[in-house]
């Protein structure tokens, strides 16, 4: 009975361990999609409505996914109270904070960290065209990630439930 019930243990958890593991993969998927989205909302925030960075962030907090919300808000908050910190230090720090737990590359993560240096330049038009380089590589990544996605999945489901069994005839 007990060898029974362990058997049934050691399943599950290798099972729950695969479901784990492409869950983060959907969830990469998902981070690397709402990126793309922000980064063309501040597209074209800055191409047609010729708003600022502070300005974005604004419309940001309202518009972007609940995970992202609440650190665009404080980088408007951070601005308006006229701290003599840099955008760029306030973007960082708020972004780093942010992207540390998401289940992305460290060069995906810093594209959205380093947003705003891409920005210096004064005219909007380069100003668009720099950031839409970042979003097609980001477009690029998104469709690899999704593209092995499936394949993924079946993968590690299917080892993760091998490796249970391999796991119960080993302790057997």
């Known amino acids: 009975m007990f060898k029974l019930v362990g058997i049934v243990c050691i399943l599950v958890g290798c099972t729950g361990w695969g479901i784990n593991r492409i ?13 793309i989205r922000i980064i063309k909302r501040i597209q074209d925030e800055i191409s047609y409505g010729k708003r600022t960075l502070p300005q974005i962030c604004l419309t940001l907090s309202e518009y972007c996914n609940v995970l992202y919300q609440p650190y665009f808000k404080k980088i408007y908050e951070q601005m308006n109270q006229g701290s003599g910190i840099s955008l760029e230090q306030i973007w960082g720090q708020q972004m780093g904070q942010c992207l540390h737990h998401a289940p992305l590359s460290e060069e995906e993560k810093d594209i959205l960290r380093n947003l705003p240096q891409n920005l210096g330049i004064q005219e ?21 990630a999704e593209d092995a996605y499936d394949n993924r999945a079946r993968m590690i489901l299917s080892v993760s439930v091998l490796m249970g069994v391999f796991l119960t005839i080993l302790l057997l």
């Open 23 to 35: 869950t983060e993969e959907r969830s990469r998927v998902q981070h690397l999609r709402e990126m």
């Open 124 to 144: 909007e038009k380069l100003q668009a065209k720099s950031i839409g380089q970042s979003m097609e590589y980001l477009v690029r990544q998104c469709r690899k």
